[in-house]
């Protein structure tokens, strides 16, 4: 197992980081001649997920296994 599925993501520093390594990576794909615009798309409704996963832990949400199997952030945050 890597280590993101051992420990899941929590703190919403750790979201944000995410979040923002999606948008980098949607933003250089921008950039080719020919991006790939469903990648792009999914990149930044994931960094979107991951963004507001981070504010609402920041103001008191936690985050609960049940919930968040319902989300396809947790699923990629697994690796599935």
Same mark, same amino acid.
């Not at 952030?73 to 690796?79: D, E, H, K, L, S």
């Given at each position: 197992?890597?280590?993101?599925?051992?420990? /899941?993501?929590?703190? /919403?520093?750790?979201?944000?980081?995410?979040?923002?390594?999606?948008?980098?990576?949607?933003?250089?794909?921008?950039?080719?001649?020919? /991006?790939?615009?469903?990648?792009?798309?999914?990149?930044? @409704?994931? =960094? =979107?997920?991951?963004?507001?996963?981070?504010?609402?832990?920041? @103001?008191?949400?936690?985050?609960?296994?049940?919930?968040?199997?319902?989300? /396809?952030?947790?699923?990629?945050?697994?690796?599935?």
């Amino acid at each position: 197992m890597n280590d993101r599925t051992e420990h /899941p993501v929590k703190t /919403p520093g750790e979201w944000l980081r995410y979040a923002e390594g999606d948008l980098g990576v949607a933003e250089r794909e921008m950039r080719y001649q020919e /991006p790939a615009y469903r990648t792009i798309c999914f990149l930044c @409704q994931s =960094a =979107a997920e991951k963004f507001l996963k981070g504010y609402l832990i920041a @103001q008191g949400w936690t985050l609960d296994e049940k919930d968040a199997r319902h989300c /396809p952030a947790y699923w990629i945050m697994r690796g599935l």
